[in-house]
């Protein structure tokens, strides 16, 4: 598959990214979309709905809310062996195996979603954190 550096927005910094959909044989034609698609991450009404319910639940307690960037956990997510040897690209005639989870792949953010929603999931039951969700970054409010 071709690859590509496209630059981030406001960096001077660029992330690699890898056309999986180039050619009459590329990754994505070989993917099921209806089993990838539609796993929508939380939104913010999701996270108003939570900030109601502890309103609700603790009236007049401060509350404090943070976000951690989770772009680069999609990129470090390892794919399955029999997938990795379908991302091998070509680099001056060299090739590398590129084994984890490609940028430009249409399961990518399905595969997010079930590897962080186990994560939430943990720590919602080991933890007991309630009010625990995933957006466009991972919040969390006390």
Not at 103 to 116: D, H, K, M, P, Q
């Amino acid at each position: 598959m071709p690859i590509y550096a496209v630059p981030k927005p406001n960096q001077s910094d660029h992330h690699l990214v890898t056309d999986q959909h180039c050619g009459k044989y590329s990754l994505n034609s070989l993917i099921q979309h209806d089993k990838v698609t539609g796993f929508p991450l939380d939104n913010m009404v999701h996270f108003g709905e939570m900030l109601m319910d502890l309103d609700k639940k603790k009236p007049n307690k401060r509350r404090v809310a943070w976000k951690s960037d989770v772009v680069e956990a999609y990129r470090i997510l390892p794919m399955h062996p029999l997938w990795q040897i379908k991302q091998i690209n070509t680099i001056n005639g060299k090739r590398h195996v590129d084994r984890c989870n490609a940028f430009g792949g249409c399961s990518l953010g399905g595969i997010f979603i079930a590897f962080n929603g186990l994560v939430v999931w943990i720590v919602k039951k080991e933890k007991e954190i309630k009010y625990l969700m995933t957006v466009r970054a991972t919040a969390a409010v006390t």
